[in-house]
């Protein structure tokens, strides 16, 4: 009744029947009523039974069918429901269906609920600043929770009291935690008989066993993302690593985002990478730009103590060398070219191309005795031929 596709035989003909996904239906059926299931899970077919005592009468075994993690969506509910599962049987008539109705134990849905108990809980926390490094509405820091137990996990206020000050100048607000479906562990995800599995049927210590109060209970695993948002208010400089809240027994694994790797948290904080558009950041800015500035200004200003200017407005170069004349002439000629009489500017390109050949062409010198700056001060102070 744990396992689907089972042939069994119903009167003079062997089918298959898929009793768990009847049972499954049954339960939800008989639950989701006043119930919210967040978690719905079977153990292992070959779980082995245990002996108990029922009415002080020995002989009976106890097997643990399902595990379910409920919601109450009435605080006046008291009782859970029954649920029936029917059993096949054949007699000499043919086949007999029975029907097996459970208990309806009573509880407290009024009352807020203590911490369920839950064993080997296990908690890993991934944090990732990166946001923290860029500007505008996308400064957002995330905090990944995943926690797996045998047993209810807890809310997550429950389990890390102090994550929501982790962080000053950002803030955690009901709508900026997303809480994942609770998920229960099964041994065997498809539920098909042992002997049509392709694995091996688990050890028989690697069964699910009942806890001190002879509760039977499965693995659960719940999951949130925590999404901090800036309030305006400077950043603080390090990010608080979260830990268990008081009372809660198990084990934290903190890690960070370090570029594109995931790497473990050492100590109790990390260091934050300061938003691009901080305080702290808008000083540096200033004092840099500031520094580039004068910078600026200096290199003007040496320029223009090297380079002199004539009455004409025209520069003239601090060096005289055959490059830098061929250049102010040329420049010469694109400025006032056009202000000089068509013989005038033909004799300033006979200058310039005789120039180029003299010092650049093949036969090359580099001795002008004076040349270049009679030729230059001739066309740009105005003494033109």
Do not use: C
Not at 337 to 343: M, N, T, Y
């Amino acid at each position: 009744y744990l396992q689907n596709d089972v042939w069994t035989r119903m009167g003079n003909q062997m089918r298959p029947m898929n009793y768990r996904d009847l049972l499954k239906k049954s339960i939800e059926g008989a639950l989701s009523e006043h119930f919210e299931i967040d978690g719905l899970g079977f153990f292992d077919a070959m779980t082995p039974p245990r002996a108990v005592t029922e009415d002080g009468q020995d002989g009976w075994l106890e097997k643990p069918m399902a595990y379910l993690v409920l919601r109450a969506k009435d605080p006046s509910i008291d009782r859970i429901p029954q649920i029936t599962m029917d059993t096949h049987f054949n007699d000499s008539i043919g086949p007999v269906t029975l029907p097996l109705i459970s208990n309806a134990p009573p509880i407290d849905a009024a009352t807020a609920p203590e911490m369920r108990p839950v064993r080997k809980l296990d908690v890993t926390q991934t944090l990732d600043l990166r946001g923290t490094s860029r500007g505008g509405k996308d400064r957002a820091v995330t905090l990944e929770v995943h926690a797996t137990g045998e047993g209810v996990v807890p809310e997550i206020d429950e389990l890390l009291g102090d994550f929501r000050s982790a962080l000053p100048g950002y803030e955690v607000t009901a709508k900026n935690i997303d809480l994942r479906p609770v998920s229960v562990a099964q041994s065997d995800s498809d539920g098909r008989p042992a002997f049509m599995r392709s694995q091996r049927n688990a050890p028989k210590e690697d069964y699910a066993k009942p806890d001190e109060n002879g509760t039977y209970r499965l693995a659960t695993e719940r999951s949130w993302m925590v999404t901090y948002t800036p309030t305006g208010d400077n950043v603080g400089l390090t990010f608080t690593i979260p830990t268990l809240a008081k009372g809660t027994p198990g084990t934290l694994t903190s890690r960070n985002f370090a570029d594109m790797d995931i790497v473990a948290v050492s100590g109790p904080t990390v260091a934050v990478v300061a938003p691009f558009f901080s305080s702290r950041n808008l000083v540096y800015g200033i004092t840099a730009g500031l520094i580039v500035a004068l910078g600026a200004v200096w290199l003007w200003t040496a320029r223009r103590r090297n380079t002199r200017r004539d009455d004409s407005g025209h520069h003239l170069p601090a060096r005289i060398t055959p490059l830098s004349v061929i250049t102010a002439l040329r420049r010469f000629d694109t400025e006032s070219g056009s202000s000089l009489e068509p013989s005038q500017r033909s004799s300033l390109a006979s200058d310039i191309t005789e120039l180029e050949a003299r010092y650049f062409g093949r036969s090359g010198t580099t001795d002008h005795n004076g040349e270049l700056r009679e030729v230059l001060e001739r066309w740009v102070s105005g003494q033109r031929v």
